[in-house]
């Protein structure tokens, strides 16, 4: 364990997010909040000081000898580490009072989760509002560098099945490939930003409102300016281009860059986005089904709209993005089950959505089509593919690991929400909910994904579980591999 | 003069052969029937015995790929070096070598694994230079893939980019038996004429007075559109075309073929014994059902519910297993069988017990070696019955005699005939009024012992004169 490099990474990041509380000051000094002003001056001097001091002992050899598993343990730790002082602005202006709070909030900002604790969010300071969309944005980034440029070397959670669609950044050691695939990918990332922006903008929404949710929407996070989330909009266009931008946002970044390069046929040959799209097309169609008959009520208080209401929750929750433009609580049950069905899938892996994943799911679905094929042909000869390559059985064996651990992770988290006395359904799906980055859940935190009833300890609990849940607990599995700490 | 000319014309192409196997000796009898220069290069001493004794060539005893062999057998003045050994390295190799020694010399190389062929460019151009490659593999493939989809049918190839068809079909029945061919027009439309007729081992290059008889392997020489009429009269036409098809054997073959085959949308199963060559299909084959089984295993063909797929394509290593598990299949009521038959003497005793269809890969690999050969003026070159007769597409060219004159002033050879003609991408089939143009396309019949004098008939009078000796 190289301890110099890893500090050195984490104080790097410090002082990034210490930068970048430059934009939520400049709003609060321009809206003339005082105190949120001094508060984020206060915040950056924090961060550039301790981000300072601990990339003083950045040692570039060292850096450069970082392993995979370092790399993410590294992550894992930045991110803690971030959280925790993305809480300091929440604290410093007065806007949330206590300890919980201020953590939940900037856990599920930089996790891109998007649940909030905020009971009035149109009474907080602007200032605070920009902190919380650009701490999606920032973690926005942070995701997918992290998914695709070390994960697929780890083979933990089948992660490397995507070695295959980098091949370009292939390589052992972390530092050089991490800027290299960084910058790359960032560039779907920033083009996303203006174009989204733009249309928003154009769409009607004031400067400062397209910001904030372009930066929510872009990291499929969540956080919206308004207490009833994205209702208040009811142009057709604002909604279709969300919706648009929430769908694109859960599929995978390699898959965008390559489509940035004309390359339009490898996305149709993508399995995983074949998968991802038709699960958004036929569950869509079915909650269409479900709530067109009391349309008025259930889609948003208009008439005519319930397929355009059905997808955007759809993509929503399944890009976990976590918007809402309708109270889908009081839906008929199916498509409730649905959604919850949805929180647990999320979207493609290399997206900045959270939950189990696409191509996870498609992998297992198609282990069962195999074995259903081995009863029928009992001499038949298999191989696992995807997207016309070989799956090994190690990659398997991963997912499968990784779906006891998943489910582990939200049974635990629940049934601690439970022993805090909160009904079943709330401590189901809010555990699902924060574990998978989703953000609103069904029972007390409702659509809206307002966590402000629930307990301290709660809140604590699950901040943990939006970390865990958006690092897919590598951190915690590197540090159980054995070959960690034999070298 | 033209006695004279047509002498300088044939004279004496010289053409190195490496690998006395199948496909070298069929080429090579080709070769020498047509009076050219034939030296064959092997390391088995006794197959080169046995061609040198049935046919008029030199041999050379060595490796085909060794440079003093090469040297020995005169390489250093050949026209044609073909190395079409079971070795594809030996092949390539063999070709580069004969480029260095004598870069005049044009130079063919069997290739039978894939990733040669995707690495067609490389091989073709550039350094290495070999002229060309041919895959008899890939050729098997698609004739098996057209008897699938048109059932009935024994061979079908196209002329001039598909404006002209060649179908062979048994006739056993319908209106066509026993019919005199003055009378043909009678029974089908006039573009259809009979290109050949086999009768046991003998190819029959009709004239009117002859007649079809039932049981007869005819070829008929059509344009687009008649093949329902065709399969009508010969009453194949309750067949469907085949959609599920059985492959045994995951050989190259079987392989090529099922991926040709899923591609197209078939629903495919591949049967192959070997468990590690099953795993390498599996993972190379993506919508083909691998199977690791026996083919004649009668139980797991009964598992694969044999009996309802439409086809079964046998493509073992093996002539007589493959023989067998048609027969199997047969009996367990698939609806056609296709088996690989590579031994020549087995081919009559294939057809007596009722698998009609058999593939033989040698046919196919000498064929495109022949069209390889004669290419500049023929395009495409079809061997039929057991390669007694040739079918050949050729660009009629200004100056040679088939041009300009009515085709029955021609005096073309007996046994040869013009199958069509083909001009501004149109079709006809020509009558002995018509005339040939400069340009024209025209696809001609020819026995295998008049070729050489055809050939004359196409080759410009003039290019003799400069490139005389």
Known sequence: MRVKGVFGIIGMLLLVVGGATLIPFGVAVYEHESRVAWSFLATMMVLVGGGGSLSFFLNRKQIDELTHREGVLTMGFGWLVVCLCGALPYLFSGALTSVPDALFESFSGFTTTGATIISDIEAMPRGILMWRALSHWLGGIGIIVMFLSMLPFLGIGGAQVYRLELPEFFGERVTPRVSESARVL?????????????????????????????????????????????????????????IIFMFLTGMNYAVHYKLLHGNLKSLLRDEEFRFYFLIVLVFTLIVTMFIAPQEGPLAGGETGNSFRTSAFQVVSIMSTTGLTTADYTLWPMLPQALLLVLMFIGGCGGSTSGGFKCMRVLLLLKCVYDELVMLLHPRAVRRLKMSRASISNDVVNSILHYLVIYLLGALICAILLAAMNLDLLTAFSSALSCISCVGPAFG???????????????????????????IEFYAVLVLCMPTFWRE | ??????????????????????????????????????????????????????????????????????????????????????????????????????????????????????????????????????????????????????????????????????????????????????????????????????????????????????????????????????????????QEPARSVFIVGGGNTGFLLARYLEDLGYSVKLAEVDEERSLFLA???????????????????????????????????YDEENVLIGLLAKSMGVGHAIVRVNKREYHPLVETIGLRFYVNPRT??????????????????????????????????????????????????????????????????????????????????????????????FTPLHTDLSDGE
Request: glycine share 8%; proline share 3%.
């Open chain 1, 186 to 242: 960032c560039t779907a990332y920033f083009l996303f930003t203006i174009v989204l922006f733009w249309l928003l903008f154009l769409g009607g929404m004031n400067a400062f409102d397209a910001v904030c949710h372009t930066f929510t929407i872009v990291a499929s996070g969540g956080f919206a300016n308004y207490n009833d989330s994205m209702a208040s909009y009811t142009s057709p266009f604002l909604q279709w281009v969300m």
């Open chain 2, 283 to 317: 993972e190379k084959l993506h919508d083909t059902l691998v199977l690791r089984g026996d083919g004649t295993d009668r139980f797991f063909l009964k598992e694969e519910n044999i009996g309802e797929m439409d086809a079964i394509v046998a493509l073992t290593g």
């Open chain 2, 1 to 238: 003069m033209k006695f004279f000319f047509r002498r300088k014309q044939t004279a004496r192409l010289k053409a190195v052969i490496i690998g006395a196997g199948e496909v070298g000796v069929q080429v090579a009898d080709h070769l020498a029937s047509e009076d050219k220069d034939v030296v064959l290069i092997d390391t088995n001493a006794a197959a080169l015995r046995e061609a040198a004794e049935s046919m008029d060539i030199k041999t050379v005893h060595g490796q085909g790929d060794s440079p003093v062999t090469l040297k020995e057998s005169g390489v250093e003045r050949a026209d044609l070096v073909l190395a079409v050994t079971d070795s594809d390295a030996t092949n390539i190799i063999a070709c580069l070598f004969a480029n260095k020694l004598w870069p005049e010399a044009v130079t063919l190389a069997r290739i039978r694994n894939e990733d040669y062929t995707r690495g067609q460019e490389d091989l073709i151009n550039g350094v290495l230079g070999i002229n060309t490659l041919v895959n008899p593999e890939r050729e098997v493939v698609k004739v098996i893939e057209r008897m699938l989809s048109l059932p009935g049918i024994l061979e079908y190839n196209e002329f001039a980019d598909g404006l002209v068809k060649m179908v062979s079909l048994q006739v056993d029945c319908g209106p066509m038996v026993d019919l005199q061919l003055f009378d043909f027009s009678k029974v089908v439309p006039e573009d259809i004429i009979v290109a050949a007729i086999e009768r046991g081992d003998k190819l029959i290059v009709p004239s009117g007075q002859d007649r079809i008889l039932a049981g007869d392997i005819v070829h008929f020489m059509t344009l687009p559109g008649n093949m329902r009429v065709l399969r009508r009269a010969s009453h194949y036409y309750d």
């Open chain 2, 364 to 457: 196919a690999a000498v064929n495109s070696i022949m069209r390889f050969i004669r290419r500049g003026q023929v395009m495409a070159s079809v061997t039929l019955g057991d390669d007694e007769g040739h079918v050949i597409e050729i660009i009629a060219q200004s100056g040679s005699r088939l041009v300009d004159t009515p085709l029955f002033e021609l005096g073309l050879p007996k046994g040869s005939l013009v199958l069509a003609i083909v001009r501004n991408g149109k079709a006809i089939i020509p009558t002995g009024q018509d005339v040939i143009l400069a340009g024209d396309r025209v696809i001609m019949l020819a026995n295998h012992r008049v070729m050489a004098k055809v050939e004359t008939f």
């Open chain 1, 444 to 470: 007390l935190p409702g659509a809206d994904g307002n966590f402000a009833e629930f307990p301290g300890l709660a809140k604590i609990v699950l901040s943990l579980g939006m970390l865990l849940g958006r």
